[in-house]
């Protein structure tokens, strides 16, 4: 369970790294040039898996303090903080990292960090002002506190996201680990701490998630410096926005598959079984983001490679690659599911009924794998 549940000098940046390990137009028949995406693009990839590994440490914890009903809670309010996150950032962070690859630097990338920022500030306006109408349709009392709490999570989080996206295409590793890990695994620590001293509720804990988006925020806009010009170039602007929007299209569609349950669950059946469905989806849905986290890492280094055809071969290389590892992993996590329910859950998540939820979610990963895939040759066609 996510627990968002994520200086140069402006004239003269340096050479992206990943233009010197893949652009190689002269070679562009063989796929070892992919080897980039399996080498540094990889420490990337290690970086994004925090927050996966953090949450599964932490989910049995918060499964024993809080209980089914409360971590149910949580679970749907974590859902919808991936809705309102990718309907604020309209696919921007995707747009930020293909402009960063055409340019070669980041200034009008960094106009675009400007305009994602009004646009979440719109997004997350519009939905407080109308929490009242949409609130108690998914599940959530209008006035709930923890709704509120959500959208003010939402607030800084978003933002995050579009700065490593920008960090991502500029290499700055250093940053980018930073940055993650104060968003992703602070926020379960700091909630986890406020659980203990000030009591036991989904809305203490989310007060944890909106502290270290906070922070996080502050270091990730000190680190891209938003150009406020980019505010005033349209001509971008529209062209970032014509790009983002179906990209963002597919994150919502993704959502509705991969987090909307969680909230249809809430709405039908109940906050505690919502916190019995999480506590499975947890463990299987790590071949989920695994591969969710790799391709993330590799856009930036897809993306700098100018030969088109070049291009599509890594693309498909490294996605060959990938096949190689999901059988495996999803075996290793089905068959370790019914111990690692035990450890996660006390009894009163009647664990022993969720090991067949955990092999359809890791099954999942196939399906997810072959939609990023037609994503990926679309984006780079």
Same mark, same amino acid.
């Given at each position: 369970?996510?627990?968002?549940?994520?200086?140069?000098?402006?004239?003269?940046?340096?050479?992206?790294?990943?233009?010197?390990?893949?652009?190689?137009?002269?070679?562009?028949?063989?796929?070892?040039?992919?080897?980039?995406?399996?080498?540094?693009?990889l420490l990337y990839v290690v970086v994004l898996s925090f927050q996966t590994v953090a949450a599964t440490i932490v989910s049995p914890v918060l499964a024993h303090l809080i209980g089914p009903g409360e971590?149910?809670?949580?679970?749907?309010?974590?859902?919808?903080?991936?809705?309102?996150?990718?309907?604020?950032?309209?696919?921007?962070?995707?747009?930020?990292?293909?402009?960063?690859?055409e340019d070669g630097n980041s200034r009008a990338a960094r106009g675009l960090v400007s305009v994602a920022l009004v646009l979440i500030l719109v997004v997350v306006g519009a939905a407080a002002l109308t929490?009242?109408?949409?609130?108690?349709?998914?599940?959530?009392?209008?006035?709930?506190?923890?709704?509120?709490v959500t959208l003010l999570w939402t607030l800084p989080g978003a933002p995050v996201g579009i700065a490593l996206a920008l960090l991502l295409a500029e290499d700055r590793l250093k940053v980018f680990a930073?940055?993650? $890990?104060?968003?992703? +695994?602070?926020? #379960?620590? !700091?909630?986890?701490?406020?659980?203990? *001293?000030?009591? %036991?509720?989904? @809305?203490?804990? $989310?007060?944890?998630? +909106?502290?270290? #988006?906070? !922070?996080?925020?502050?270091?990730?806009? *000190?680190?891209? %410096?938003?150009? @406020?010009?980019?505010?005033?170039?349209?001509?971008?602007?529209?062209?970032?926005?014509?790009?983002?929007?179906?990209?963002?299209?597919?994150?919502?569609?993704?959502?509705?598959?991969?987090?909307?349950?969680?909230?249809?669950?809430?709405?039908?059946?109940?906050?505690?079984?919502?916190?019995?469905?999480?506590?499975?989806?947890?463990?299987?849905?790590?071949?989920?983001?695994?591969?969710?986290?790799?391709?993330?890492?590799?856009?930036?280094?897809?993306?700098?490679?100018?030969?088109?055809?070049?291009?599509?071969?890594?693309?498909?290389?490294?996605?060959?690659?990938?096949?190689?590892?999901?059988?495996?992993?999803?075996?290793?996590?089905?068959?370790?599911?019914?111990?690692?329910?035990?450890?996660?859950?006390?009894?009163?998540?009647?664990?022993?009924?969720?090991?067949?939820?955990?092999?359809?979610?890791?099954?999942?990963?196939?399906?997810?794998?072959?939609?990023?895939?037609?994503?990926?040759?679309?984006?780079?066609?």
């Amino acid at each position: 369970m996510s627990a968002g549940i994520g200086s140069e000098a402006v004239g003269n940046l340096p050479p992206n790294p990943a233009v010197h390990e893949l652009a190689v137009a002269d070679h562009a028949e063989r796929p070892e040039q992919s080897s980039g995406l399996f080498g540094r693009g990889l420490l990337y990839v290690v970086v994004l898996s925090f927050q996966t590994v953090a949450a599964t440490i932490v989910s049995p914890v918060l499964a024993h303090l809080i209980g089914p009903g409360e971590f149910g809670r949580l679970a749907a309010a974590i859902a919808l903080y991936q809705l309102l996150t990718a309907l604020a950032v309209l696919g921007l962070d995707q747009a930020i990292v293909l402009q960063r690859a055409e340019d070669g630097n980041s200034r009008a990338a960094r106009g675009l960090v400007s305009v994602a920022l009004v646009l979440i500030l719109v997004v997350v306006g519009a939905a407080a002002l109308t929490s009242r109408l949409w609130g108690p349709a998914l599940g959530f009392d209008g006035a709930s506190p923890l709704l509120g709490v959500t959208l003010l999570w939402t607030l800084p989080g978003a933002p995050v996201g579009i700065a490593l996206a920008l960090l991502l295409a500029e290499d700055r590793l250093k940053v980018f680990a930073v940055v993650s $890990a104060i968003a992703a +695994v602070g926020g #379960q620590l !700091v909630g986890i701490v406020l659980l203990l *001293v000030l009591g %036991r509720e989904a @809305l203490i804990y $989310a007060c944890g998630g +909106v502290v270290s #988006q906070v !922070v996080a925020f502050s270091i990730a806009m *000190v680190a891209v %410096r938003p150009c @406020l010009r980019g505010l005033a170039d349209w001509s971008i602007a529209r062209r970032a926005i014509m790009l983002g929007a179906p990209l963002a299209v597919s994150g919502i569609a993704g959502f509705v598959l991969n987090a909307g349950d969680r909230i249809i669950i809430q709405r039908m059946l109940g906050a505690a079984e919502v916190g019995r469905y999480q506590v499975a989806y947890t463990i299987g849905y790590v071949v989920v983001m695994l591969l969710v986290f790799v391709g993330q890492a590799w856009i930036p280094r897809i993306a700098a490679i100018s030969d088109q055809r070049h291009r599509l071969v890594v693309h498909e290389h490294s996605r060959n690659q990938l096949y190689l590892l999901l059988l495996p992993m999803i075996l290793g996590v089905s068959l370790g599911a019914p111990l690692a329910l035990r450890v996660f859950a006390p009894a009163s998540f009647e664990p022993e009924t969720l090991s067949i939820v955990v092999f359809l979610v890791a099954l999942s990963a196939r399906s997810e794998e072959r939609r990023v895939g037609k994503e990926g040759r679309s984006r780079w066609s």
